[in-house]
């Protein structure tokens, strides 16, 4: 039976995840244990739930209680569930809600890249890319084609950001994924050296006249092959793409030399699959 609560005061404590905490704040980096994420609509909160994440408290707008929340709400037992009208909620948040729901739930514990790699034979290497939209975008082309996880360096963005996870429509919550290293100093050399030892062919998808067409027969023959890609702009750093064992380029016409990464890695992703 949900725990409803009428919201009276928007100073009171318990909304302070939902308005006031940064990202940062969220994710606790010195205590990664008591680190929340927040989830939003009833779709993505759904996909969270099903891949076995805890909630914590929601917010939402009283319609959705005996409408699009309901099914969610029954299998959350007692958890606290703030409610009030949406202009009342908009003047807690600074906007209006998307689809009027939002859940806080707990962060996983991530597994070791060694043991999300165990049985993988197709994965995605995310190289310093800062865009939480960019984020979402990817992982929801990983899910949809084939790719078995993905790895972020240090510098990433975390996908459990709240865009991150609104864009990836809760892909995020079934695609596994692992960062390789809390450094930066540990990429690229330590973080390349981790995927060979795991076994696999890395490729990286760069500008150069020495690149191999992504149609090379012989990368999707790979019977393990990590695809590494880079931040929006710059693209990969060059040590490592000299690290990598192939520089992988996809052929365009009309003088366009680059695509957005998220569009690349759909390319990438559906082209390299395991066959």
């Given at each position: ?26 994710r606790n980096r010195l205590e990664p244990e008591k680190g929340i994420f927040i989830a939003e609509s009833p779709k993505v909160i759904e996909v969270a739930l099903n891949a076995g994440c805890e909630p914590v408290s929601f917010l939402m707008e009283r319609r959705h209680l005996a409408g699009d ?207």
């Amino acid at each position: 039976m949900p725990n409803i609560i009428e919201i009276t005061d928007l100073a009171r404590p318990e909304l302070d995840v939902f308005a006031r905490l940064t990202e940062a704040q969220l994710r606790n980096r010195l205590e990664p244990e008591k680190g929340i994420f927040i989830a939003e609509s009833p779709k993505v909160i759904e996909v969270a739930l099903n891949a076995g994440c805890e909630p914590v408290s929601f917010l939402m707008e009283r319609r959705h209680l005996a409408g699009d929340a309901q099914g969610i709400l029954a299998r959350c037992g007692a958890v606290p569930v703030y409610t009030g009208e949406s202009e009342l909620l908009a003047g807690l948040t600074g906007f209006r809600l998307t689809r009027g729901v939002l859940c806080a739930m707990r962060r996983p514990q991530q597994p070791t890249p060694e043991a999300l790699c165990a049985g993988a034979s197709r994965v995605a290497v995310l190289e310093g890319i800062v865009d939480a939209t960019n984020i979402g975008a990817i992982f929801r082309s990983a899910a949809a084609l084939h790719m078995d996880a993905v790895l972020l360096t240090p510098t990433c963005c975390d996908p459990l950001n709240r865009r991150a996870v609104r864009v990836s429509m809760g892909t995020v919550f079934q695609v596994p994924w692992a960062r390789l290293g809390s450094e930066a100093a540990e990429w690229p050399q330590q973080g390349l050296a981790r995927l060979k030892k795991l076994g696999f062919h890395t490729a990286a998808m760069a500008l150069s006249d020495t690149a191999v067409s992504i149609e090379d027969a012989r990368l999707a023959a790979e019977p393990k092959l990590a695809i590494v890609l880079g931040t929006e702009g710059d693209g990969l750093a060059h040590e490592t793409i000299a690290a990598c064992d192939d520089t992988v380029r996809i052929p365009m016409s009309h003088g366009v030399d680059s695509l957005n990464v998220a569009a690349a890695s759909a390319v990438a992703f559906w082209q390299l699959r395991a066959r």
